[in-house]
């Protein structure tokens, strides 16, 4: 069973966007996390459609991403957010996603995201990464307290690969995200097969 989330990004994309998350959807990731949090709500919404219903056909976890009366109005069950976005949001909100995660920088806020029902979180970024240019990675040792600090599921994100995926899970990451790395690739299902083979603690 895969332990990889697959996080989107349509600007890094090889290719048709759709047929991207179609490759994504037939490798069975533990789940697809629609990013893409610059659109507009509208193009959000019919974006998300699609992807839902793309994801669906092959039996992967779609979250959506920022907009959560989006993801309610759409009957998606999974809801990835920014931190400060779950701090804002009601316990009536919250209760209508299967599974919700955010997005955790420090110790507090995950220690906080657990409180507010969180049933998982991203830590990061680990590693440097393009999308963090400039920014040093917060590295293997803040991992370790991220997941020493909360009972619930941690997933690192942040400049990994194949080479490094090991030491996350050492570190006690529950799995990984990816995107950058995803989206780019010729091939998808070979990325994914690379990652997971690697997730040996080396």
Known sequence: MSDILCVTNRKLCRGSFLERVGQIARAKPAGLILREKDLPEDEYIALARQVLKICGAYGVNC????????????????????????????????????????????????????????????????????????????GLKFLEEICACVSIPVYAIGGIDAENIGKIRKAGAAGACVMSGLMECKDTADYLRALERRNDFS
């Open 63 to 138: 979250f959506l991403h920022t907009f959560a009366e989006v993801a309610a109005a759409l009957g998606a069950e999974f809801l990835h957010v920014p931190f400060p976005i779950l701090m804002s949001m009601s316990g009536r909100e919250k209760a209508r996603f299967r599974k919700l995660g955010a997005s955790c920088h420090s110790v507090e806020e995950a220690k906080a995201a657990e409180k507010q029902g969180c049933t998982y979180i991203t830590a990061g970024h680990i590693f440097e990464t393009d999308c963090k240019r400039g920014l040093a990675g917060r």
